[in-house]
């Protein structure tokens, strides 16, 4: 799908050889070959793959090619099943016009597409750029903060005894399973959250250090260098956040190797009781009539009873 802005439609095969100058950006979405045939042709620049777009080296993620930047980043995006997963975006800089290049919807392009319709300040493709990394940095920071929230909450499970408090073993067993899974995803979304923001603020550092001599104003400079300041500050509380996870991590990890041993101490005690001896010379038990069904009534009742005895403990359903 191919979408320009600030132009009246979007039916782009309708336009001349020459894009007019109202057009300040292009948003490319999982574009077809067509389409990239034509806003090559018509800005003399290429429209890089998904491929290239995903690769992991800086050289590859920031590029200045006859004054036009080249700049990739991942983003997040919400799957069929709203698992968050990485999609790559582009950004193709140039003087006037804005080129985006991705794959999946995403809620910061959509908001910056209704921005650009009724904010006069954005006046070029530059503007728009800046205006959706500082948008790319406050929804990392949103996420941020939703995860320190959680992350403060399973604290006070963890650390107040919430995992060990159930008298029933296979019910602390359920809870800390799904802290163990808990503490999993919140890693998982961290480690999401800091390869945007980072790249984020490798691009802003980047567009600011490549365009001071040329067509980049002053005003865009200074918001590329706050937002590169605001990543570095999101960094210090990424880097917080990260720490606390991996203290919950090792908690959890605590808290299970405490309920093991609490049952191997007791399976211990129970294997060593015995109820039954077998070094007498004279056992009365011999001469019995129902001398061999007791006594199998006594192996039975040996396994039956511990059974039922962990069960009321809650040590299985």
Known sequence: MLRLYRWPTDDWKSLGEKLPSEIIWIDLLN???EEKQFVESRLNIRVPSEKSLSAIEASSRLISDHGVLYLSSPSVR???EKE???????FVVGPQVLVTIHFWPLPTFDGMAKRVESDSDLQNGMCVFTSLLEAMVDRGADVLEQLGTT???????????GLLQSKRPVRSSRKMREALGNVGELADSLAMARDVLLNVGRIATFADEMGKDEWITSASRKRLEAVSKDVASLSDYET??????????DAVLGSINIQQNDLFKILTIVSVVGIWGMNFKLMPELNWSLGYPLAWLAIIASGVVPLLWFKSRGWFD
Do not use: H
Not at 84 to 90: C, N, R, V
Not at 151 to 161: E, I, N, Q
Not at 240 to 249: A, G, H, N, T
């Open 31 to 33: 574009p077809s070959d």
């Open 78 to 80: 919400l799957d069929e």
């Open 84 to 90: 968050a997963q990485l999609t790559p975006i582009g």
């Open 151 to 161: 992350a403060d909450t399973l604290s006070r499970s963890v650390f107040r005894g």
């Open 240 to 249: 917080r956040l990260s720490d606390k996870i991996q203290l919950l991590l």
